[in-house]
């Protein structure tokens, strides 16, 4: 499968300016950057050619990914409109490259193109879900009247974000699983650190693009690159994560 040249939008292309490549660079606080361990190569599942390479994160690195969101978090909360805004426009965003993503996916992660252009659409759709419920998100009002001694009283409950998100990612849907930890964790108020496979890591470099393109707050979202047995121990073991989600 060759990936089309438009997919060249990535934060780094091959220091010699050629097309034969791609890489996926760390995002950390604003900032697209080498990883401190090195690269390793990415290959298309088909061919078993080299397609890109993927940066790998040290343990510095990874803490300040997960500082750089709990910093976010805590200065810069979006409300739910702008929550809404920001899904949506990445979600026409990811329609308008649809075939862009087909390409990856079916490069990276292998899936004939009929279905990799189908798991495009289906993270068009997850965004688009994320946005509309991140301007429904309420809490309940609770009876409580009936109870002896509460007469003339009322209780409820309210939906607060969580904090920083760990989303842990799996090879096999590179693209829609990534949107299924990244726009609920948006919608909801939330900051996020993703971690996906070092096999298919071009999807969600691409899909961080479009995010900032759509105006997310740079520190709301890190993407970090790494072999799981290191990173996970890593991640899990940071106390300023509030919330994993890992497929």
Same mark, same amino acid.
């Not at 510095?60 to 990914?65: P, S």
């Given at each position: 499968m060759t990936v089309p040249s438009n997919s060249r939008a990535f934060v %780094?292309?091959? &220091?010699?300016?050629? =097309?034969? %490549?791609?890489r996926a660079r760390l995002f950390v606080d604003g900032a697209w950057i080498d990883g401190a361990a090195g690269t390793r190569p990415v290959l298309d599942k088909y061919s078993g050619e080299t397609i890109g390479d993927v940066d790998q994160a040290s343990r510095e690195q990874v803490d300040g990914a997960v500082a750089a969101a709990r910093? %976010?978090?805590?200065?810069?909360?979006?409300?739910?409109?702008?929550?809404? =805004?920001?899904?949506?426009? =990445?979600? &026409?965003?990811?329609?308008?490259?649809r075939s862009e993503f087909a390409a990856l996916i079916c490069a990276e992660g292998g899936m004939p193109i009929t279905d990799a252009t189908?798991? &495009?659409g289906r993270a068009v759709q997850t965004f688009v879900v994320s946005a509309e419920e991140a301007k429904r998100l309420s809490g309940e009002v609770v009876p409580i009247e009936s109870a002896p001694g509460h007469a003339h009283r009322m209780a409820f409950t309210v939906r607060v974000p969580r904090g920083v998100v760990c989303g842990i990612t799996s090879f096999n849907s590179p693209l829609n699983i990534v949107a299924h930890k990244v726009a609920p964790a948006l919608a909801s108020g939330n900051t996020v650190v993703i971690k996906p496979p070092d096999v298919t890591p071009l999807c969600a470099t691409r899909l961080f693009e479009l995010l900032l393109e759509a105006g997310c707050p740079p520190g709301h979202v890190n993407?970090?690159?790494?072999?799981?047995?290191?990173?996970?121990?890593w991640l899990v073991d940071n106390p300023d994560i509030s919330f994993f989600t890992f497929t």
């Amino acid at each position: 499968m060759t990936v089309p040249s438009n997919s060249r939008a990535f934060v %780094s292309p091959p &220091a010699d300016g050629g =097309t034969d %490549s791609l890489r996926a660079r760390l995002f950390v606080d604003g900032a697209w950057i080498d990883g401190a361990a090195g690269t390793r190569p990415v290959l298309d599942k088909y061919s078993g050619e080299t397609i890109g390479d993927v940066d790998q994160a040290s343990r510095e690195q990874v803490d300040g990914a997960v500082a750089a969101a709990r910093r %976010s978090f805590e200065r810069t909360a979006l409300d739910p409109q702008q929550r809404y =805004t920001l899904l949506m426009k =990445t979600a &026409a965003l990811l329609e308008q490259h649809r075939s862009e993503f087909a390409a990856l996916i079916c490069a990276e992660g292998g899936m004939p193109i009929t279905d990799a252009t189908d798991e &495009a659409g289906r993270a068009v759709q997850t965004f688009v879900v994320s946005a509309e419920e991140a301007k429904r998100l309420s809490g309940e009002v609770v009876p409580i009247e009936s109870a002896p001694g509460h007469a003339h009283r009322m209780a409820f409950t309210v939906r607060v974000p969580r904090g920083v998100v760990c989303g842990i990612t799996s090879f096999n849907s590179p693209l829609n699983i990534v949107a299924h930890k990244v726009a609920p964790a948006l919608a909801s108020g939330n900051t996020v650190v993703i971690k996906p496979p070092d096999v298919t890591p071009l999807c969600a470099t691409r899909l961080f693009e479009l995010l900032l393109e759509a105006g997310c707050p740079p520190g709301h979202v890190n993407l970090i690159h790494g072999p799981g047995p290191e990173l996970g121990p890593w991640l899990v073991d940071n106390p300023d994560i509030s919330f994993f989600t890992f497929t």
